[in-house]
């Protein structure tokens, strides 16, 4: 019996209809980052190990897809030493592109000018559950600046992600928060050793909601008047001004935490100075559960479709500190190729020309017929035109119901009056609407 074909879970196959909208996505993302100046670079799918644990926080660590050495090199070791996962499993799938970015950073210092600004699109890997809008391969779209400590760098992410959604026409909020003001919080209620559990709770507050945070919280072993003390933190309302105003109040005591207000002070002052429209929210329980975050963090929701979030990153101060090259600050944002583009579908956001590969498609009437066309065909392709001809003469009803399926919008028609006349028939498919072309015209009219 011939085997099923299939694929493994939370992986896709894209159509050629899916990926002329994905490039679309990838184009826009692309266009964008270009405006300010970043340049493009890729990584191996593939990282050692050593490069990627521990970069993740231990619920990341364990995501990571592990790739078996050879078969030929498992087979010559005891069986003890098979047992031993360091052993036959050097290398990963890459779990995000920030990471492989530092670690080329570090590896190609000599040949980079700093500040070094690049994007990057290309597919992560991570061992998850597969389940609506997460999969276990997606693509993610990074856009980061290193050597450089200026907040206008944060401004700029601002302005990018206004940029995309703009030009998408995705209606989004975006989120931010910084991390020193979190270690203010654990530190105002005197558990600044937990912080990163008070992170990784904190961080499903939207999820799980306040009273399941303070159970894990004291799960964590966070005492009950700790938690009283920061559940009102939460909470906080009023504008961002607002909010920044009552946190020097209540964090003042803690030098980070009274910095990190600062910083987010004068990145919400910048954003306003450049005219930014797009809505900016200081969200306290934001906290980004990745351990290499030290400054502002970024999330954007979608205002109009439940998802999660479709594009998030944040300030990294010493990442490339654990490859060898400290105190090299970065920040840097990913937008969620695979969300976004759940989203555009399900509002139906794609322009109409993304969804055909064809602009115009000749019917094959036969020998002279063909031969009439192709210097049309080339006038218009000439012309950056997607064009074709039906291969066959077939019967016109089959060449009709192929431009159909392939959603292409214009049919020429040139069968034996109109070589007499030298004028083509052009059917608009969407309309049905008929009308005669010169020869000549021909190009002009559907260019």
């Not at 809008?133 to 990074?142: L, T, V």
């Not at 399926?405 to 007499?420: A, D, F, K, Q």
């Amino acid at each position: 019996m011939a085997q099923k074909p299939s694929i493994p879970k939370g992986t896709r196959d894209f159509s050629p209809a899916e990926m002329m909208r994905r490039t679309y996505i990838f184009e826009t993302v692309k266009s964008v980052f270009r405006t300010y100046g970043f340049a493009p670079l890729e990584t191996p799918a593939m990282e050692n190990l050593s490069t990627l644990l521990g970069k993740y926080g231990d619920e990341g660590d364990k995501l990571l897809f592990k790739i078996l050495n050879s078969g030929d090199y498992a087979a010559g070791l005891a069986d003890a030493e098979v047992r031993s996962a360091s052993r036959i499993c050097e290398k990963g799938l890459r779990y995000d592109l920030t990471v492989p970015f530092a670690r080329y950073v570090v590896q190609h210092q000599g040949e980079i000018t700093f500040p070094f600004k690049r994007y990057q699109i290309q597919p992560v890997w991570r061992a998850d559950r597969p389940q609506k809008g997460r999969y276990r391969e997606f693509y993610q779209c990074d856009v980061d600046v290193i050597g450089s400590r200026s907040l206008l760098n944060e401004v700029e992410l601002i302005e990018i992600v206004e940029r995309i959604f703009g030009k998408l026409g995705i209606g989004v909020t975006l989120k931010m928060n910084n991390r020193k003001i979190l270690y203010g919080i654990a530190e105002t209620i005197g558990h600044a050793d937990k912080m990163m559990d008070i992170t990784v709770a904190i961080d499903k507050l939207e999820k799980i909601g306040i009273d399941n945070v303070k159970a894990e919280l004291a799960g964590r072993g966070l005492d009950d008047e700790a938690i009283a003390k920061l559940q009102p933190i939460l909470e906080l309302s009023g504008s961002n001004d607002e909010k920044l105003a009552k946190l020097r109040e209540v964090i003042g005591g803690s030098a980070t935490g009274l910095r990190g207000v600062e910083e987010m002070a004068e990145i919400f002052g910048y954003a306003k100075s450049s005219g930014i429209s797009l809505p900016v929210e200081l969200d306290l329980s934001l906290a980004r559960g990745l351990n290499y975050y030290t400054g502002a963090i970024f999330e954007v929701k979608a205002n109009d479709f439940a998802i999660g979030s479709i594009c998030g990153g944040g300030r990294y101060d010493d990442l490339t500190g654990i490859f060898g090259m400290p105190d090299t600050s970065g920040v840097g944002i990913s937008f969620g190729a695979d969300r976004i583009y759940d989203v555009m579908v399900g509002l139906d956001l794609f322009p109409e020309e993304v969804n055909f590969s064809t602009k115009v498609l000749f019917v094959n009437l036969g020998a002279e017929e063909c031969m009439a066309s192709l210097g049309m065909m080339r006038a218009l392709r000439d012309r950056g035109v997607a064009t074709e001809i039906y291969p066959e003469a077939a019967k016109m009803k089959k060449q009709m119901e192929y431009a159909n399926r392939r959603m292409i919008p214009y049919v020429v028609i040139v069968g034996s009056n109109e070589l007499e006349t030298r004028s083509a028939t052009v059917k608009n498919m969407r309309t049905g609407e008929q009308r005669t072309v010169s020869f000549d015209a021909l190009c002009d009219e559907l260019a």
